[in-house]
């Protein structure tokens, strides 16, 4: 029997889970005790998130009834626990490779995953690209602007989208620091952490070329 806790379309997005070939609105009403009207008014909000859709006719012997099934976007939104597992692998691989091969390889992998976006940077002067560095950064979820309080250019981030991670593994810094130096093909010196309890993850942007 699923555990129903939460809205009524977290309700149902957790029946739903529960079985491959899906549920009739009468199914859903009959397990959540409530009218089959209501239970029509929660999917048609779930699908249009395109949190769940319209599965095949199921025949019960009476009128055909049509079924509903999680999307992949409905899956995705149930709980995960990706934070554990990568706090896991992190420090599986401090243990094997120690904290320098580890801080190396998070360096790689901002250097490759700014090389991947290096044609959005192409043919744009400084200013430019670290305008497109704040929107880019924008669109990761770490809420970045360039610090107005700064006399040199510095761009700062209120969210660390791994906070909890980097508190535990501050290696993960190294990724940031690959990502926005090779995207500006300058050098970064973060001035502020908030894994260090820093109000703000703040990269100043020296003027040498990198």
């Known amino acids: ?32 005790e409530i009218s089959r009207n209501a239970v029509k008014q929660h999917l048609t909000g779930l699908e249009k998130d395109q949190l769940v859709q319209e599965a095949a006719l199921n025949s019960t012997g009476g009128r055909p009834a049509r079924s509903y099934t999680l999307t992949e976007q409905g899956r995705n939104r149930l709980p995960k626990q990706y934070p554990w597992f990568c706090n896991l692998l992190l420090g599986e691989l401090k243990t094997e490779l120690g904290e320098t091969a580890l801080r190396q390889m998070l360096w790689r992998m901002g250097v490759n995953l700014a090389q991947s976006l290096a044609p959005q940077f192409s043919g744009k002067d400084p200013a430019q690209k670290q305008s497109a560095l ?19 250019p ?31 093909n300058r050098p970064v010196e973060q001035t502020a952490c908030m894994a260090l309890q820093d109000c703000a993850c703040k990269f100043k942007i020296c003027n040498t070329s990198a």
């Open 1 to 32: 029997m699923v555990k129903l806790t939460g809205s009524r379309q977290e309700q149902i997005l957790k029946l739903l889970l529960s079985t491959t070939a899906g549920m009739s609105i009468d199914e859903l009403a009959a397990q959540l």
């Open 134 to 152: 704040v929107e880019l950064m924008q669109s990761l979820g770490y809420h970045a602007e360039m610090d107005p309080e700064q006399a040199q």
């Open 154 to 184: 510095t761009i700062k981030a209120v969210n660390c989208v791994y906070h909890d991670l980097a508190q535990q593994h501050p290696e993960l810094c190294e990724f940031d620091r690959a990502l926005i130096t090779t995207l500006l």
